[in-house]
């Protein structure tokens, strides 16, 4: 996939793992950072478990699960 098609979908997956996370998050631009940087993350904690993921549809759950990790961590951490 190209670099904008995963900008794309990584700023979706922050948008939908900050809505399914509690609260507010860190805002629909952090959110969406995170989303990004969480597609990366999820990506590779897929590929270590032996996981892969097809088309753009696989790529969004994995982006929005490594999303939701990353909220979660930062989250603690900013705590």
């Known amino acids: ?6 900008l794309i979908i ?6 939908i793992a ?6 507010r998050g860190f805002g629909v631009v952090g959110n969406i950072l995170l989303g990004v ?7 590779i904690v897929f590929r270590l478990l032996g ?8 790529s969004l759950v994995i982006s929005t699960i490594g999303a939701a990790l990353l909220l979660y ?6 705590k």
């Open 10 to 15: 990584g700023g979706l997956a922050g948008w």
């Open 51 to 58: 996981l892969a993921s097809t088309g753009i549809i696989g």
């Open 18 to 23: 900050g809505n399914l996370m509690k609260g």
């Open 73 to 78: 961590i930062a989250r603690k951490i900013k």
């Open 1 to 6: 996939m190209g670099i904008i098609l995963n």
């Open 37 to 43: 940087v969480g597609g990366f993350f999820g990506a």
